[in-house]
């Protein structure tokens, strides 16, 4: 089955305990993300990678690392949380950029606590 | 810079009836893809809906359809016959083709479909 796996799913954490969330896809999909979803604001892309080795930042990348050393995952490294990193966090992928094809495909969410 | 706009919070629909979605955005890229995912209260985001900006014809997916009017910079997301599991949250995303895959997000629209 073709999906992105997400883990932990829930996570409580304190403050300054450094935390690594993965993210995994079967699709051999070129291009991932991550995303942080907070209430009223929508989903916030923290980082984006568009190949092995290859990342760059979004809006939001203040606090957080990401590698993407294979393919199929690109975990999401919070080297210090802390309690402003508290929010549900979404991995996604995408085969292509194109003008038809640009559906990214979303894991679960990892909803994270940080006391 | 990019931005996106949903400015209705929440909505009510009653069942089988029609309900439109507003979404604006702001870009100065000719070219981008705008994309609407819904979101369950089970969490999960689901893609619904893709427009292009040299589309010609307004995009549809069975019962959804986007009334893409490119001049006013609006994006709207049409839904006929609601149905009680359309009840979620609905967001509105944009890519610029020279952004990579940077993507943003509206802050989002819960809908609620009555019986």
């Known amino acids: 089955e073709a999906q992105v796996t997400q883990n932990p799913r829930y996570l409580i954490t304190v403050t300054g305990k450094k935390l690594t969330v993965t993210c995994s896809q079967n699709?051999?999909?070129?291009?991932m993300s991550w995303y942080r979803q907070d209430p009223g604001l929508g989903l916030r892309q923290i980082y984006y990678s568009m190949n092995v080795e290859v990342t760059d930042k979004g809006d939001v990348p203040e606090g957080y690392k990401v590698s993407r050393k294979e393919k199929r995952n690109f975990p999401l490294i919070l080297e210090s949380p802390s309690p402003n990193q508290t929010s549900l966090y979404f991995c996604?992928?995408?085969?292509?950029?194109?003008?038809?094809?640009?559906?990214?495909?979303f894991g679960p969410g990892t909803r994270l606590t940080v006391l | 810079a990019q931005k996106i706009t949903q400015t209705q919070p929440g909505m009510f629909v009653q069942e089988k009836e029609a309900v439109t979605l507003d979404c604006t955005y702001d870009t100065s890229d000719p070219s981008y893809g705008l994309f609407w995912y819904k979101q369950p209260s089970s969490g999960e985001m689901i893609f619904l809906i893709y427009q292009g900006s040299y589309d010609q014809q307004n995009a549809t997916e069975g019962r959804y359809s986007l009334n893409f009017q490119k001049a006013r910079k609006s994006a709207n997301l049409v839904i006929s016959a609601s149905q009680l599991g359309d009840s979620a949250m609905y967001f509105c995303?944009?890519?610029?083709?020279?952004?990579?895959?940077?993507?943003?997000f509206g802050a989002g629209t819960r809908l609620f479909v009555k019986a």
């Open positions: 995303a944009m890519r610029e083709d020279t952004g990579g895959f940077k993507t943003i």
């Open positions: 996604a992928s995408s085969r292509e950029l194109g003008l038809r094809t640009d559906t990214q495909y």
């Open positions: 699709m051999n999909h070129e291009y």
